[in-house]
């Protein structure tokens, strides 16, 4: 056997046993058993620790395996021959809710999710060229949401908005400006800035009719008078020119069927001297330029698994999510924006925050 051929081999197995990880992960996840773990406060047997999460012993113990043979959990035997299994404290960030943004272990949900609304989907498309239908994602767009929402809750307005320009957005939207957001959902980011500044108003757009319907009741349960939805394709042919000083899209410009149509009516949108910002993912355009990216295998599985498919409906583009700095630059400039910035986004290693001026 070659060094290269042994090599692989070994590479073989850390994969067959990293992505069986990753699936058991995200059940352990969802089913609490990581805030479990982290609530024992010392080395625990099995049956205490389903006690604590509320499971199936038999269940929590098969799964246990699969955590001490990953390394995720560690286990000793005490005295009477008794298995305890403890959490290191030093990942509790990184597994826990409590976590906030150190938290990578919601994202163990996500390719399991997609596999169970899209695997059928793409396999038929790896054949047929077609694109797949938003109606094939709901748990993963209410996953998506959740993320998202507590996102926005935790740092929209505390930190991304005072990185806008140097603060300089925070004023403006202290003194009053009109913003929208583009593909809002249900429209927790609007709301959030909605109340945090009373003296502008804010429209969100979206293609989901349900998702709008949701955000009205919330919005008029919490009696905001200055926020609206409209139920708008963002690349259609119908939009109102200058309408608003500031416009945002939060990670779905690259889900667009017709994203440079998208991006040349928020360009036509904005007001003389009004700003977009572009929130997307942070990577390179081509595939050699994201070799290095710590996160480039789970993005493009999104991407194959998602945002390609849904973005090649109806003819359409099918950027998908790996686009990259340099193709949305360009499309931007193209779009109409005299001036383009990239900027880093605090706390948030995923984004890039594409700043655009008219």
């Known amino acids: 056997m070659s060094n290269k051929t042994e090599i692989f081999s070994k590479k073989m197995c850390d994969i067959l046993n990293y992505g069986a990880l990753n699936l058991a992960m995200g059940i352990g996840y ?21 006690a604590e999460a509320g499971v199936s012993e038999r269940y929590l113990r098969e799964w246990l395996g699969v955590m001490v043979c990953g390394e995720i959990v560690e286990v000793r035997v005490d005295k009477q021959g008794q298995e305890l299994f403890e959490l290191p404290g030093e990942y509790v960030s990184f ?7 150190s938290n990578l272990g919601v994202y163990t949900q996500e390719i399991p999710l997609l596999t169970d609304c899209a695997r059928e989907g793409v396999l038929e498309g790896m054949q047929s060229g077609a694109g ?13 949401e959740q993320l998202a929402d507590a996102k926005h809750r935790d740092v929209l307005v505390q930190t991304f908005l005072p990185s806008v320009m140097d603060g300089e957005m925070v004023r ?3 003194e009053g400006i009109s913003v ?3 593909g809002c959902a249900e429209g927790v980011a609007l709301e959030v800035m909605a109340q945090a500044f009373p003296n502008s108003q804010f429209t969100g757009t979206d293609i989901s009719e349900e998702s709008l319907n949701n955000a009205r009741k919330r919005v008029a349960e919490l009696g905001l008078n200055n926020l609206s939805f409209q ?35 928020i360009h036509k949108m904005l007001r003389s001297g009004g700003v977009f910002s572009m929130i997307d993912i942070k990577a390179g355009s081509s595939v050699s330029e994201n070799i290095e990216h710590p996160m480039g295998s789970f993005l493009y599985t999104v ?36 001036r383009v910035e990239v900027n880093d986004i605090p706390e948030d290693g995923f984004n890039s925050h594409y700043l655009c001026f008219k």
């Not at 597994?95 to 943004?101: A, F, I, Q, V």
């Not at 849904?310 to 005299?338: H, I, N, P």
């Open 172 to 174: 403006r939207l202290e």
């Open 95 to 101: 597994l826990c809710r409590s976590g906030g943004n």
């Open 180 to 182: 929208c957001d583009i």
């Open 303 to 338: 991407s194959l698994m998602h945002c390609m498919p849904v973005g090649l409906m109806g003819g359409g583009t099918g950027l998908g999510m790996m686009w990259g700095r340099e193709k949305a630059v360009s499309m931007c400039y193209d779009a109409g924006f005299s």
């Open 132 to 144: 797949i239908s938003y109606e094939r994602y709901p748990k993963f767009y209410s996953f998506m």
């Open 30 to 50: 969802e089913s609490g058993l990581f805030e479990a773990l982290s609530g024992m406060g010392a080395p625990a047997c099995c049956a205490d620790i389903a």
């Open 231 to 265: 139920l708008q394709d963002a690349a259609g042919d119908k939009v109102e020119p200058q309408q608003f000083d500031y416009i945002t899209a939060f990670d779905s410009i690259h889900d667009q069927t017709r994203p440079f149509e998208a991006l040349r009516n």
